[in-house]
DNA sequence: ACCGTAGGAGAACGGTCGTTTTCCGTCAAG
DNA sequence: CTTGACGGAAAACGACCGTTCTCCTACGGT
């Protein structure tokens, strides 16, 4: 068995670098434990991304892409209307009760590497696309202030996963869908038709 | 000018480790920073101390007790009654426009040593204190089911510190006042004597 | 058949980390 | 005056880090 050509590479090591950085930390996670979890060596890791930083961005753009990709997903299987607002936190609640749970890789890493201006850029895209989603989502709910919705669903999601990380709890999804619910309940007085 | 004594020397390293710890992460920190910003010698810290890893936990101990401090303070000039939750959210923005504002200490820690089994106790308990206040402030609010609100407003809690860290917005907090407000709106229907 | 390229294994590098140690100064109690 | 505890300055330590380098293998295109 031979190839494992570039692609195949690549893949396995931004797959070890979002396993291991998002399970330990960026910080607590040096190259080494990469390229062994990779199976490669180490000169093809620099090949590949030419330092550690650039492989935590590459890592951190792939997360962003699918976390939010998911989470779309997630959302369209409920029909269009009020109900996908709740789809956002039961789908958060299966997240939440997976084995390597570790809270919001964004979140973690704005933390850690708070005086990395890339990390914060990166950090602060993937919340922006995650307020877009939540937008779209209050759009369609019928209610009469749409930015307004998702601006308190924003604020219940991000609630819902680092109370759901630092306690441990994984009921919080369920909380912030109560919550959710009675915030459409409270806001629905308009533009019903 | 010679004493400075025990506990001066003491509080000087907390306070070196709290700026630094806090403004750039317990990793990206070493114990000679820590020293120097202090002004005292290495030996000094481990006599004090013993290790970095009892001066993080003693620099997130003082910090929760400071914190949680601050924050029922601030509750307390409000007078009892519904205002004391929203002078939560009153406490917060000021709190995010601070210069140094870096998000919650404990939370940051959670995500970067996510495998310390103390530094997640220490956020853990820090957490449970603060879901006691803020069940303090919802038995307060004249609503029916208070444990359910003491619930929502820590979520919104929560999503308003990671809001305001993650995407730099201190508007989080006016947000999160607003969320509040309209989930008293819709939950004091109960016991208005 | 040949060469260029990709990759694996591992050593080596300079730097930094947490921790310990040595040496010296200084104050307080006996 | 002496002793001992405390603290500062700085060196030393072993370990680990990110990065680069050398040597070797194996494949693909020409």
């Not at 330990?24 to 490669?40: E, P, S």
């Not at 753009?61 to 369209?76: I, S």
């Not at 009675?182 to 308009?190: E, F, I, V």
């Amino acid at each position: 068995m031979s190839p494992s050509r570039d692609p195949d590479v690549r893949r396995r090591l931004l797959d070890a670098a979002e396993r291991l950085f998002y399970e330990r930390g960026v910080q607590a996670v040096g190259v080494d434990a990469v390229v062994a979890d990779a199976g490669v060596a180490t000169k093809t890791l620099y090949a590949h991304f030419g330092s550690k930083n650039a492989l935590v961005e590459a890592y951190l753009r792939r997360r962003d892409q699918r976390w939010l990709g998911w989470l779309r997903g997630a959302v369209a299987t409920a029909e269009p209307g009020p109900g996908r607002v709740l789809a956002v936190f039961d789908a958060l609640g299966g997240w939440f009760a997976e084995p390597g749970f570790n809270g919001c890789a964004f979140v973690n890493v704005a933390g850690e590497l708070a005086h990395s201006p890339t990390a914060r850029a990166v950090a602060r895209d993937h919340k922006g696309a995650l307020r877009a989603l939540l937008h779209e989502v209050a759009a369609g709910a019928g209610v009469a202030d749409q930015a307004v919705l998702a601006d308190r669903l924003m604020l219940l999601v991000e609630g819902a996963i680092v109370t759901a990380h630092v306690e441990g709890d994984a009921q919080a999804a369920m909380r912030g869908r109560s919550a959710a619910a009675a915030l459409l309940d409270g806001m629905n007085t308009a533009v019903g038709e």
